[in-house]
């Protein structure tokens, strides 16, 4: 009885990522316009960790992120000189023919540096504001309206970030006060998680009654636990259909921080909450900025919501293969497909998508190999020194001898250059 039970439940129980329906905010430079929610893709957006006032250092850096993959990059606007700066970065991205747009990151004095350098309020395509930071008592309220009003006059959206490790400490006391009148208050994580609620939902409706379109206002509510991120943009999300803006905050360094994040995002953007994500990974020292795009990508590709780069299935290896020959071949090849993607997005549309599957021995080899677009098997310990090369789902050819690693990446791109280069496949057998 218990066995058809869940055969029964288990019928249904195949599921794919849910959508959540938001309103579709547009960030635009130029002619490039990046749609954030209402059904487009979730994007990809990350942050320069350069001095702004460096203006070419940071354009530099703006560039790198933006080649590789981020389709919107925040930088810091702090000071004058800073604001100053903006209009000389955007310059200089448009001379080298980088369109991505810019958002100004602005705490405490942006209604003043908005005001002060029209230029600046011009060159950048959003601005983020955070509630918690824009001025206590009396001044809260006057200074975010002033900078929602510049917004509204240089037709900008607005992302009204609310971070827990600068959330507006008034709003917090007074939603502490409130609940030690309940009968039966709520424990503190709670209040908390309200007061993240709240001063973002009812920022974005005080913008709303100042004339912004709902629209163009993107919400988050950042916080580094897993947990309480997760709950929190649960609740968001069912409140309201502005866009969201989702990333684990202060996630930390290299492994911890991106399984964090993955963990975090993954469980919110399979129930379709977060129109577009950050990953806040700390660079280690001398490590690439770039490496917080990468792994915003791989989360989304990883789960099947976009495709970036052809990706590469490989076996974790075990005592059948104790040689580093298929450890090199994987990385081999997936070196190789990153390297030529910038390339290859434009000469072969689609390519994103190519499935590689490299494996280590016959016990998996072959079926995971029939699976990919174009897969090998190479020879585990004790097997005959042959590979097996299969290309849409049948064995093609086998390759043998020293040079399996160069004749295998020849395979892959002339399999890429007839099946997107000229339409379909025309498998090759010459190999
Ligand atoms: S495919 Fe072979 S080498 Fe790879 S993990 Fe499985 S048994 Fe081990």
Request: one cysteine or more; glycine letters at 8%; a neutral charge.
């Amino acid at each position: 009885m218990h066995t058809d039970m869940a055969v029964a439940q288990g019928a249904t129980a195949f599921s794919a990522p849910l959508v959540r329906k938001s309103l579709q905010a547009r960030v635009a430079w130029g002619k490039r316009v990046v749609t954030v929610g209402g059904g487009a893709p979730v994007r990809i957006q990350s942050m320069t960790n350069t001095d702004t006032v460096d203006a070419v250092g940071t354009a530099i850096q703006v560039k790198e992120l933006a080649n590789a993959g981020s389709e919107m990059v925040r930088i810091t606007v702090n000071t004058p000189e800073a604001a100053q700066a903006v209009p000389y970065i955007r310059e200089q991205l448009d001379r080298m023919g980088i369109d991505v747009p810019l958002i100004g990151d602005f705490h405490y004095n942006g209604h003043r540096l908005l005001t002060d350098f029209p230029d600046c309020a011009q060159a950048l395509s959003k601005y983020r504001i955070n509630p918690g930071n824009v001025g206590k008592g009396d001044k809260h309220d006057r200074q975010f309206s002033q900078m929602v009003e510049i917004a509204m006059r240089w037709d900008k959206p607005i992302r009204i970030g609310v971070n827990w490790g600068s959330l507006d400490q008034e709003l917090l006391a007074r939603l502490m006060d409130e609940n030690s009148q309940r009968a039966q208050p709520w424990d503190s994580k709670q209040v908390m998680y309200e007061a993240l609620l709240n001063s973002a939902i009812g920022s974005a409706q005080l913008a709303q009654s100042l004339g912004m379109e709902p629209s163009q206002i993107i919400l988050s509510c950042k916080m580094s636990a897993v947990q309480d991120l997760v709950a929190v943009y649960r609740e968001l999300a069912k409140r309201s259909n502005y866009p969201l803006h989702l990333g684990l905050t202060e996630a930390g360094m290299g492994t911890r921080g991106t399984v964090a994040s993955t963990a975090a995002l993954s469980v919110l953007l399979q129930e379709g909450i977060g129109d577009t994500i950050r990953v806040s990974l700390t660079p280690a020292p001398g490590e690439a900025r770039t490496q917080e795009v990468l792994v915003a990508s791989e989360i989304l590709q990883a789960l099947g919501l976009r495709s970036f780069v052809p990706s590469v299935t490989a076996c974790p290896g075990c005592g059948r293969t104790t040689s580093t020959t298929f450890q090199e071949l994987t990385q081999q090849i997936d070196n190789f497909l990153r390297e030529q993607m910038p390339v290859w997005r434009t000469t072969y549309p689609g390519v994103e998508s190519l499935k590689v599957a490299v494996m280590g021995c016959i016990v998996n080899g072959p079926g995971e190999s029939k699976h990919a677009d174009i897969g090998i098997s190479l020879p585990g310990t004790g097997e005959a020194p042959a590979a097996p090369v299969f290309i849409d789902g049948e064995k093609r050819m086998t390759l043998r001898g020293n040079a399996i690693a160069t004749e295998f990446q020849a395979v892959v791109e002339d399999y890429i250059h007839k099946r997107f280069g000229h339409g379909q496949s025309q498998t090759s057998n010459t190999v």
